[in-house]
């Protein structure tokens, strides 16, 4: 298994709140993603990395914003928590060399809700 | 714009029954195509992936797709469920631009 952590796995939290999640990874990967899991969505993109400082949004980043200051590392912050924001949420890594899109690769998954 | 679809949300088998779960893709270009699986409370574990060659590819615990190009589809396949299968499925679709687009998944349910 592709070594990656988030933390925390589960958290409640209140709306209006700020929340920090972090995802880690030992693999030294350049790509990092955070996606939330919503039933009847699958998985969404919130946003992505593509190097150290280097971020872009995805397909549903309003309500969130993403730091990378080392390669390990990449943090989702809700600055202010609505229950819309209660998901799932999931960190993936990849590491391009077999063409445009190569394999992803996934943390165990963080539960939020927000109360 | 690229998407998958997954026309089954649930699907249920009897044990040792074959398997075979759809999906249709969008893409203008030589799509790269992914099978992944999650079981409860779980992250997902990719099975399968195709990116050119062979159309039928082979993957972990038993399972294989094919590539049909002239149907848009990527359909995943296993000749006999085991009750362990029983989990979620993704089918994916790489977007050109070091992004995959999931479509929405399919439930796996075993009977005994």
């Known amino acids: 298994d592709a070594g990656i952590t988030q933390s925390p796995r589960h958290k409640v939290t209140e709306t209006g709140t700020p929340v920090t999640l972090r995802c880690h990874q030992t693999?030294?990967?350049?790509?990092m993603y955070w996606y939330r899991q919503d039933p009847g969505h699958g998985l969404r993109l919130i946003h992505y990395?593509?190097?150290?400082?280097?971020?872009d949004k995805g397909e549903v980043s309003d309500g969130y914003s993403v730091s990378r200051s080392k390669t390990e590392d990449f943090l989702l912050t809700l600055e202010s928590a609505t229950s819309s924001q209660t998901s799932v949420y999931f960190c993936a890594i990849s590491e391009p060399g077999q063409g445009p899109t190569d394999t992803q690769y996934f943390g165990p998954g963080t539960r939020l809700t927000v109360l | 714009a690229q998407s998958v679809t997954q026309p089954d949300i649930h699907i249920t088998v009897s044990e040792g029954a074959s398997l075979e779960l759809r999906c249709n893709y969008s893409y203008g270009a030589t799509p790269y195509l992914f099978w992944y699986v999650q079981s409860p409370g779980q992250g997902l574990q990719l099975l399968l992936k195709?990116?050119?060659?062979?159309?039928l590819v082979q993957g972990i615990k038993g399972f294989e797709a094919e590539f049909k190009r002239s149907q848009s589809s990527f359909n995943l396949r296993k000749p006999s469920v085991h009750w362990s299968d029983a989990a979620e499925y993704f089918c994916?679709?790489?977007?050109?631009?070091?992004?995959?687009?999931f479509g929405k998944g399919t439930r796996l349910h075993i009977l005994p």
């Open positions: 195709y990116f050119s060659g062979d159309t």
């Open positions: 693999e030294n990967h350049r790509y």
């Open positions: 994916a679709v790489g977007a050109g631009d070091d992004k995959i687009i």
């Open positions: 990395s593509y190097g150290v400082k280097d971020t």
